[in-house]
């Protein structure tokens, strides 16, 4: 008897084998080097609240116990700080992992979403892998291409649209009359999918009032940014209480493990923390614009934790990614045009910065805007 390996369902054999993003660990296994700076992902490198950190450990000791399925007490405290029911959220493993539950629960396969091309990637790895179909518009001026995104939503007859507010990679932001205008754009039935990881950097009073109660938006959230919790994975989205309750159908009940419950329970509580690490992220900000100006790289608004910053061409981005990497400093790009010319570079601690604005004056005038690859 020959055994044959047992074939994925056809969606699954279709798919190519992507990884969205090769992380900075795996580099360093590549190149057998330790990045010195780690400003790739934006992650908070100010880390997580004292307060948090001790809930964390406390929470570690009971770690043989399963965590409460409902995360009851971080529900209310959520419900609490945004004015809505308890009801009208759900619990994920992070964004990455809402923004699945999102695609299944409301994306049949063959049917269409909308995103911008060089978007954040895991909504499109979630749609393609849950056979759906993509439609993607390329940004414009550097920012989410409104009015393009609703046009296609109304060509291509789509379920979804994705649209991260503030966005990654390009830093950029629309406040509340735009995105509700956006809303009113789509088409009937249309589900706009808010990505709001970096909202905690954007100007508080200009934001989307929260009401979980429109069915035409479901909101996503995240302790991983400016909570500085990346790796606990915990996240959250807001909606109507009847669309998150149709998650409760498929999503992994005990997903959220007890560690990042506590932890981002105790995170919420120190709103002194977050605004110090809002505060010292602007300031980064001006200081990673001002290093741009210096070199010649401008660097595009923010409303976010890092910086992007125009090069002039995607090979310059390139060579000034794999540069960086050299000396080891973990950045990224972003990888489709137009805005493949820049690099985005997470704020750090201002001692990180000093020694990013060192490394970049010895580094970029060995790229030259026509170079493609280093002088020396
Ligand atoms: C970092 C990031 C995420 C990831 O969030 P997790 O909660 O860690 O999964 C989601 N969306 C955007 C736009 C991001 O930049």
Redesign the pocket.
Known sequence: MIYRPVPPTPIVAGLPVTVPFVAPEALQRQSGRVFRLRLGA?ESNFGPSPRAIEAMRAAVEQINWYADPEGYELREALAARHGVSPREMVFGS????LLGLVVRTYLSPGETAVTSLGA?P?FNYHVNGYGGTLQRVPYRDDRNDLEALAAAAHEHHAKLVYL?NPD?PTGSWYPAAQIRAFLDALPEACLLLL?E??CDFAPEAEMLPMDASDPRLIRLR?F??AYGM?GA?I?YALGPTDMMGAFDRICLHFGINRVAQDGALAALADTAYLALVVGEVAQGREEYATLGRELGLAPLPSYTNFVTFDTGSPERAKALVAALAERAVFIRMPGAPPIDRCIRVTVGTAEERSVFAEVMRATVPTIPPDATTPRS
């Open positions: 934006n992070g964004i990455d992992d954040y895991t991260a990654n990505d990881a970096y995240t991983s940014k990346a994975r996240g």
